[in-house]
């Protein structure tokens, strides 16, 4: 299953008549990966995929996002610290795939850091001016646009010195590209909800904006998140936390309707 989230990113051949089974290779069978759940704590769960497919951590995060949104349904599912072996093939073993176990850490619902108290939840009209209002809608259009059309650095000099020390630039310019070539084209970018906060508890004091959005590419139809944007000394706007979640269009053709609606309910989307 192919699905994913970010905090604080998916030939053909014609036979020749006459071509039988003379130069006739057989395909290799890749085995189904294996995902084991463990609960850990009230909150959680400890997810450990075995992977034949999947050759990288980011990659089998988003085998396991499906099941995490499942598991935390009607929650959000996050992902925190993880651990992983990459065991690769015997030099000379033709047909043996990479093995990827990854073992992942899942909360359920959004860390205590990043939820502010109900009494510090507004309305604009009650919280920011017109001109904020403006600004975090421009900072959201600009990080969206240099994400979409490849512009990395750009997008990335929106975010807070914290946010870029908890990832470094080069590892999220991998993702980043990695989900445009697995997504395809931008088709559409929608802010469904702005909330505003003042001075939420657990984190540095100010103004803060989450903005809800829900996307869609060429081959991924469901894609929502959030983007959460701190208002700073000189007024400007710098991103401290994104979340996506992502189902793309294969394993969301491979899934039952009640299956695809219990991750929907875990994705949360507004």
């Known amino acids: 299953m192919k699905i994913a989230r970010s905090v604080v990113m998916v030939l053909a051949t014609s036979a020749i008549p006459g071509a039988v089974c003379a130069r006739a290779e057989q395909k290799a069978v890749i085995a189904p990966s294996a995902i084991d759940v463990q609960p850990k704590g009230d909150v959680g769960f400890l997810l450990t995929l075995k992977s034949y497919r999947s050759g990288t951590v980011t990659a089998g995060q988003e085998e396991l996002m ?40 899942v909360e359920c619902g959004l860390p205590p850091s990043a939820v502010p108290s109900t009494s510090t939840q507004a309305s604009s009209s009650n919280v920011a001016t017109p001109e904020q209002v403006r600004r975090v809608e421009q900072q959201t259009q600009l990080y969206f646009d240099a994400k979409d059309h490849g512009r990395h650095s750009g997008a990335y000099d929106l975010m807070s010195p914290s946010m870029r020390q908890s990832i470094s630039f080069s590892t999220w310019r ?97």
């Not at 996050?78 to 990827?100: C, H, M, N, W």
């Not at 401290?240 to 294969?250: A, S």
Request: hydrophobic share 40%; with cysteine; glycine share 6%.
């Open 174 to 270: 991998d993702r980043a590209a990695a989900f445009n070539v697995k997504a395809g084209p931008v088709r559409q970018r929608v802010i469904s909800n702005v909330t505003w906060y003042r001075d939420p508890p657990q984190v540095p004091p100010g103004l803060y904006a989450a903005v809800d959005f829900t996307s869609k590419f060429a081959e991924i139809d469901l894609h929502c998140g959030f983007l959460a944007w701190h208002e700073q000394s000189d007024g400007k706007f710098v991103l401290v936390r994104e979340e996506e979640n992502y189902l793309d269009r294969k394993t969301m053709q491979s899934l039952t309707p009640a299956d695809l609606a219990k991750i929907e309910r875990g994705f949360r989307c507004k």
């Open 66 to 105: 499906a099941k995490a949104a499942a598991l935390c349904a009607p929650k959000r599912a996050s992902f925190g610290r993880y651990a992983f072996d990459l065991q690769e093939p015997v030099s000379g073993a033709k047909g043996k795939p990479t093995i990827l176990v990854l073992r992942q850490d």
